[in-house]
């Protein structure tokens, strides 16, 4: 049961195009989290939200930006992708203490 | 630096038998800790998590054991069944907020039938 929703799948398009990577939840968490995976690797976290009007930015700096208009709503946006961009990027959010829930991520290759 | 480390990056264990799944971190400022559980094309799932007043809690066919002096935690499946394949991956934060969890790289449990 899908409670968070990570759109597209899959991407594979070409360096300098802008993305949009699509993250939205039906839960009403007020935390939402963007990580980045290459693959065998730990997840490093890019960017979080507390809540409408609220971004950080994580401990792996990313070229990417993030918005937070609607609680359940948190995309990340790349302006021009280059290949450095390609990973798998997962969406959580949370709420109070407990644990997060992920979505199933998006696989991004910028050729 | 990685404050997490998983040293094993696969597993594989009979049906039946028990799964230990380690997991080592660095800073002693961490206080809870979490197991996910991740299928291929899946997010991760949340499968348990220990707080460091615990030394262990239980969940069904899932234990975590954290000895904070060795700063090391282990999740242990017993039976295995081969519906616990995934990769599992260790996680550790401080003051409960997610913000600066860190994540270990993985370990890869694969239970033959």
């Known amino acids: 049961e899908a409670d968070i929703y990570q759109t597209p799948r899959y991407l594979v398009i070409g360096t300098g195009k802008k993305i949009t990577l699509e993250c939205s939840q039906t839960?009403?968490?007020?935390?939402m989290y963007w990580y980045q995976q290459d693959p065998g690797m730990e997840l490093h976290l890019i960017h979080y939200?507390?809540?409408?009007?609220?971004?950080e930015k994580g401990d792996l700096s990313s070229e990417s930006t993030v918005s937070r208009i609607r609680t359940e709503h948190f995309p990340l946006t790349l302006e021009s992708a280059r290949p450095s961009h390609t990973s798998q990027y997962l969406c959580?959010?949370?709420?109070?203490?407990?644990?997060?829930?992920f979505g199933d991520g998006t696989r991004l290759s910028i050729l | 630096d990685q404050q997490v480390k998983q040293n094993s990056p696969s597993l594989s264990v009979q049906e039946g038998r028990i799964s230990i799944l380690n997991c080592d971190y660095t800073n002693s400022m961490f206080d809870y800790f979490l197991w996910y559980k991740k299928y291929p094309a899946e997010g991760p799932t949340f499968l348990i998590s220990?707080?460091?007043?615990?030394d262990k809690n239980e969940d069904g066919r899932f234990t975590v054991f954290l000895n904070k002096s060795a700063k090391h935690l282990s999740l242990h499946i017993v039976p295995s069944q081969p519906g616990d394949s995934a990769v599992y991956f260790c996680?550790?934060?401080?003051?409960?907020?997610?913000?600066?969890?860190?994540f270990g790289a993985g370990t890869r449990l694969t239970v033959k039938p």
């Open positions: 220990i707080s460091s007043i615990k």
């Open positions: 939200s507390y809540g409408v009007n609220s971004t």
């Open positions: 839960m009403g968490h007020d935390k």
């Open positions: 996680a550790a934060t401080r003051g409960g907020g997610y913000n600066d969890m860190r």
């Open positions: 959580a959010s949370s709420v109070g203490n407990q644990p997060q829930h």
